[in-house]
């Protein structure tokens, strides 16, 4: 799944190839994704004709700004991809969205299994979850005094706190991975458990895991939003490697579906019972 440096790598690409040009038709290929929260509005009330006037992100959200008109706000989920293409190539299988462009380009979503969400609304605060997001980890609003104050208030494995997006925004199944590794903290650990020290390890660790990651996978996406590049990763799916810190065999458990990869030596803990761990 796109994680907060996939999604701010393509947001940059985003506004570098498409900031000012003009949507000339909006071609909804599989309704099934979309979701226009001002019932009283059809797509093409945003979409037709609208101008890309900003591209942000929040959270896993990429927001493709369409000025007064609102926003199209793209949640990509596992499969959910975006690409640009010639206008003149046919869609895929499971393209969803088509927007040609003024410049023979077209922004097409594709989805293998359906399961992203594009919604298109003129109020951010009516897509579900906006307002229990948590601040940006790579600005001024990622406090530590506030994240620690968090997590001491957190019965779930540290893993989930991180995942769910509440304390901090963005952080997905992988780099939650490796922030842990980095942070030396096992991922099934009570997060109320963690010490003020482990609580500081985390949040630098959560800062410069994402801000590293920005770096390299500028350097190695280039233009093609396509591309999940995945080769900087040290310890997510690296499970039965030797862990890259101290040489001991890397651990990997799946919980339903979900992959927690992690250096038993250099993130010691013991596993905790119920809710917890059965959450991750
Ligand atoms: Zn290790």
């Known amino acids: 799944m796109p994680e907060l440096p996939d999604l701010e790598i393509m ?11 003009t949507i000339i038709t909006a071609q909804v290929l599989r309704p099934t994704v979309l979701r226009v929260l001002q019932p009283e509005r059809t797509p093409a ?9 900003s591209f ?7 927001l493709l700004g369409l000025g007064e008109r609102g926003w199209c706000a793209v949640h990509l989920m596992l499969w959910g991809r975006l690409r ?18 003024d410049d023979g ?11 992203g969400k594009i919604y298109l609304t003129t109020d951010l605060h009516a897509i579900p979850g906006w307002d229990d997001t948590g601040p940006e980890p790579l600005s001024d609003d990622f406090v530590l005094g506030g994240f620690c104050q968090g997590i001491r208030a957190q019965g779930r494995a540290i893993k989930m706190v991180l995942k769910s997006g509440a304390l901090v925004a963005g952080i997905g199944n992988a780099y939650a991975d490796e922030i842990l590794w980095t942070a030396h903290i096992y991922p099934f650990r009570k997060a109320s458990e963690l010490t003020p020290e482990e609580c500081c390890a985390l949040y630098d660790a959560i ?4 801000g590293e990651a920005i770096a390299v996978l500028r350097e190695h996406v280039g233009d093609d939003i396509e591309l999940e590049w995945r080769e900087h990763l040290k310890i997510h799916r690296h499970g039965g490697q030797p862990c890259p810190r101290c040489g001991h065999i890397l651990s990997q458990d799946e919980i339903d579906k979900h992959i927690t990869s992690y250096c038993r030596r250099c993130q010691p803990g013991s596993l905790i019972r119920g809710e917890a761990r059965r959450s991750l």
Do not use: I, W
């Open 56 to 62: 942000g992100r929040r959270g896993k959200l990429l």
């Open 207 to 210: 800062r410069s895991v994402l």
């Open 45 to 53: 009330d945003y979409l037709q004709g609208a101008v890309f006037t």
């Open 11 to 21: 947001r940059e690409v985003l506004e570098r190839r498409l900031l000012g040009r």
């Open 105 to 115: 380009l077209a922004l097409r979503y594709n989805d293998q299994h359906g399961m």
């Open 84 to 101: 640009l293409c010639q206008a003149k190539e046919p869609p895929r299988v499971r393209d969803y969205l088509s927007l040609k462009l």
